[in-house]
């Protein structure tokens, strides 16, 4: 079954990395997702520039880690000559500090490896419609576990789900059936009760709590 249907939007994806493999969500994303079109796929890194403007391209996917200061150049790179280009990075959770670094410099996503192609959809959407987002997998090495527990309703987790999935408000609304200021009610509940300055924080927060 196809993720979108009846989309007119593409977001048109160049992807950096070695030839994926034929089973990855990076390789089936386009695939099962109508409104997503990887356009080209740029291998090695010194490629990718010339890919971005043959294509100019909405967002540029980085998927590789063998060489983390290679793909942070690339990201500096990038940022520099295409600033209105989204990044998106997919490494390892446990990569603390490359996510940290690239995060600093401006990517508006970074996705754990092995990432579902549901869930990379869901975020290059997100990012699509100026969101930035954080997998939960990577948000619990990136924000420690030094909070303890802390009760939420169930719609409050079900918010937060749809938040780690990187759902935009309006259609969050229109999955939970409630209006944009309910919605933010919850936000701002949320925000208190995991001590969080903004939504991407409330979702790591929860992530590493173990509340979603």
């Given at each position: ?9 593409r977001i ?5 990395g ?12 386009d695939v099962?997702a ?7 796929a ?5 490629r ?14 980085i ?12 990201v500096?790179g990038i ?6 280009v989204k990044?998106?990075v997919?490494?390892?959770?446990e ?14 996503a970074?996705?754990s490896?092995?990432v579902?192609?549901?869930d990379?959809a869901?975020?290059l959407?997100a ?7 954080i997998?939960?997998?990577a ?16 719609v ?6 749809l938040?780690s ?5 309006d ?7 409630i209006?944009r ?5 919850y936000?701002?509940d949320?925000?208190v ?7 991407v ?6 992530a ?5």
């Amino acid at each position: 079954m196809r993720l979108v249907a009846n989309v007119t939007a593409r977001i048109r994806a160049v992807r950096v990395g070695p030839p994926a493999d034929p089973d990855s969500s990076v390789a089936i994303v386009d695939v099962l997702a109508d409104d997503i079109e990887i356009v080209s796929a740029a291998w090695p890194p010194a490629r990718a520039l010339e890919s971005i403007v043959q294509h100019l391209p909405d967002i540029v996917l980085i998927d590789f880690d063998t060489n983390f200061s290679e793909a942070t150049d690339l990201v500096y790179g990038i940022r520099a000559r295409f600033p209105l280009v989204k990044i998106v990075v997919i490494g390892p959770a446990e990569a603390d500090d490359y996510m940290r670094q690239v995060l600093r410099v401006g990517v508006r996503a970074y996705l754990s490896r092995g990432v579902e192609a549901e869930d990379l959809a869901a975020a290059l959407r997100a990012i699509q419609g100026e969101h930035t987002v954080i997998d939960v997998d990577a948000s619990r090495v990136l924000f420690g576990d030094s909070l303890s527990k802390v009760p939420l309703r169930r719609v409050e987790v079900q918010v937060l789900r749809l938040l780690s999935q990187g759902l935009t408000y309006d259609e969050m609304t229109e999955l939970l059936q409630i209006s944009r200021s309910t919605l933010k009610r919850y936000m701002n509940d949320i925000e208190v009760k995991l001590n969080a300055r903004n939504r991407v924080q409330a979702v790591a927060n929860a992530a590493k709590q173990g509340l979603i």
